[in-house]
T-cell receptor, first 115, second 114 residues
Framework: AQSVTQLDSQVPVFEEAPVELRCNYS??????LFWYVQYPNQGLQLLLKYLSGSTLVKGINGFEAEFNKSQTSFHLRKPSVHISDTAEYFCAVRRGETSGSRLTFGEGTQLTVNP | EAQVTQNPRYLITVTGKKLTVTCSQNMNHEYMSWYRQDPGLGLRQIYY???????DKGDVPEGYKVSRKEKRNFPLILESPSPNQTSLYFC?????????????FGQGTRLTVV
């Protein structure tokens, strides 16, 4: 079985400050890792994904994440946030095989960027 | 435009009155899933389908039914809704032929059962 833990339910930051949203996962097999963003009253939009290769993954809107296999983590970072980054962020994992479509999500982290 | 379309976006109903939430995708994806989103719990998978006429339970299937008669449609059926099914529901689709990559999500259906 796989599980995902987002270590912070709420992260308040000031505009232009750096931010890190933490995600740990557990799985007995190789996994694909994702970060999704949900703006108010909208569906989920993919920010970035790790499938294989370089452990540093760059996504949209200036976000990046680093896959750390030894620490089973996939933390999301942005060096300078904007008010428009205020949203809920979800880390998700999918088992590294082609059968099945199960995405396991973390509990979500509400990022609030204050002026 | 590639998209997953859910209807309705908002629904208020009474306990026990059967309802269906529709989901349609135009990307010819094999995989489709239903999730519910609750505060502090993230998204939990209800049912998924790997192809036409192939469905299976997710993590929280109790009280729900699904069908997959056509590739593009994957309706979620609540035969006898109860207040604990008040939630935000998302449909998603993806394709294994694209290397098991991202899932595309609908805009969500906010269901209230009174």
């Amino acid at each position: 079985a796989q599980s995902v833990t987002q270590l912070d339910s709420q992260v308040p930051v000031f505009e232009e400050a750096p931010v890190e949203l933490r995600c740990n996962y557990s799985s007995s097999v190789s996994v694909y890792l994702f970060w999704y963003v949900q703006y108010p009253n909208q569906g989920l939009q993919l920010l970035l994904k790790y499938l294989s290769g370089s452990t540093l993954v760059k996504g949209i809107n200036g976000f990046e994440a680093e896959f750390n296999k030894s620490q089973t983590s996939f933390h999301l970072r942005k060096p300078s946030v904007h008010i428009s980054d205020t949203a809920e962020y979800f880390c998700a994992v999918r088992r590294g095989e082609t059968s099945g479509s199960r995405l396991t999500f973390g509990e979500g982290t509400q990022l609030t960027v204050n002026p | 435009e590639a998209q997953v379309t859910q209807n309705p976006r908002y629904l208020i109903t009474v306990t026990g009155k059967k309802l269906t939430v529709t989901c349609s995708q135009n990307m010819n994806h094999e995989y489709m899933s239903w999730y519910r989103q609750d505060p502090g719990l993230g998204l939990r998978q209800i049912y998924y389908s790997m192809n036409v006429e192939v469905t299976d339970k997710g993590d929280v299937p109790e009280g729900y039914k699904v069908s997959r008669k056509e590739k593009r449609n994957f309706p979620l059926i609540l035969e006898s809704p109860s207040p604990n099914q008040t939630s935000l529901y998302f449909c998603a689709s993806s394709s294994p032929s694209r290397g098991n990559t991202e899932a595309f999500f609908g805009q969500g259906t906010r269901l209230t059962v009174v």
